[in-house]
């Protein structure tokens, strides 16, 4: 077979990473088996049985929990939790960590977000799963905060699939971002996008404008100077904003531009979550030539406080968040 399978891949890239010894393939394809449950789960939702909706409760960030998000949360949990790579697993659904015995342990953590976009499964629009990838710090088995709360830049590799059209994976391992889409007629998901490079800059901007009034008023200004209309700096922008963070920021990649979820008067530190949204995907956006701020500091640099701690997010082509760092400026 000429075509590359994500396994081949990260078998490759693994020659690269410091200390690799074949457990962080083995981890890269318990995701990718929990990807095709999930894949096929959604792709029948509306016809089996009672897989849509909301479960009736709240996760620890007071949002509606899905039937999905359960079931994908369950479902990665599983077979990670199982696969003698990791020693802990921290999750957007979860409020605690889940550590591994040691016997059972290896030496990654694993951080996900089972199912980002959840509220977009029931009217058909895509969805995704983020992951990111830690190697365990602390010395001895017992799993430490200097294990749950790394530094961005730690991040071993980082990842995400996107439930779309077609199921992709996306990952880095440090080494460029690759692309693969899955093949359901082999359930292998093939290389499709090698060396993925964000356009220096694009001509995108995503964002839920309908948080305006709760802006400061830096981000006002921001906002109307992308829709400012000047051919020479390629303005007006287009709005794109499906509100699955993992498809917004996918098209981005593709096509440049950029995602913004600020800080307002509503979320002061932004809706979305270090561990499981911006840091991962800020390793991805920095590792195909594009950038990751809060505006003010560069995601990657954050050492979070507690795992689910949010953060405001400019995230896309490098031109276009420094151009919003530069409102944001005093
Ligand atoms: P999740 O479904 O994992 O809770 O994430 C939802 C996030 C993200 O996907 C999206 O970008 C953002 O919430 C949308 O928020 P708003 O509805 O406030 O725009
Ligand atoms: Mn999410
Ligand atoms: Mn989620």
Redesign the pocket.
């Known amino acids: 077979m000429k075509q590359t399978t994500v396994v081949q891949h990260v078998q490759q890239q693994e020659k690269k990473i410091l200390g690799a010894t074949g457990e962080f393939a083995s981890l890269i394809n318990g995701i990718l088996v929990g990807a095709k449950i999930i894949a096929l789960e959604i792709n029948k939702a509306g016809i089996g049985g009672d897989i849509l909706g909301a479960t009736g409760t709240r996760n620890v960030?007071g949002?509606a929990v899905q039937k999905l998000?359960d079931l994908a949360n369950s479902t990665f949990l599983s077979i990670i939790s199982k696969s003698g790579t990791v020693c802990a697993i921290t999750s957007?659904e979860m409020e605690n960590p889940v550590i591994i015995p040691p016997e059972q342990a290896g030496k990654y953590v694993f951080m996900m977000?089972p199912?980002?976009?959840?509220?977009n499964i029931d009217v058909n629009v895509s969805t995704g799963t983020i992951f990111s990838i830690y190697r365990k710090k602390s010395l001895g088995d017992t799993v430490t905060d200097q294990d749950l709360l790394q530094k961005g830049t730690d991040q071993v590799a980082a990842g995400y699939v996107v439930y779309g059209s077609s199921t992709m994976f996306v990952y880095s391992s440090g080494h460029g971002v690759h692309g693969f889409t899955l093949d359901p007629s082999l359930g292998e998901f093939i290389l499709s996008h090698p060396d993925i490079r964000i356009p220096e800059r694009g001509n995108i901007y995503s964002i839920?404008e309908g948080?305006t009034e709760n802006w400061e008023d830096k981000q006002k200004k921001f906002v109307s100077y992308l829709k400012k209309m000047d051919k020479a700096s390629g303005r007006p922008y287009k709005a794109r904003?499906v509100?699955?963070?993992?498809s917004?920021f996918h098209r981005n990649l593709l096509k440049g531009g950029i995602f913004m979820?600020p800080s307002d008067a509503k979320n002061p530190s932004g809706?979305?979550r270090f561990e499981f949204?911006a840091g991962p995907m800020a390793f991805i956006a920095e590792n195909a030539g594009g950038r990751a701020s809060t505006g003010r500091e560069r995601i990657l640099d954050i050492a979070p406080t507690n795992i689910h701690q949010c953060v405001p997010l400019y995230i896309g082509s490098r031109f276009d968040v420094e151009a919003a760092e530069e409102f944001l400026k005093n």
Not at 243 to 246: H, K, N, T
């Open positions: 960030y949002e998000d957007e977000d199912l980002d976009g959840s509220s839920n948080n904003y509100g699955s963070f993992v917004d979820y809706k979305l949204e």
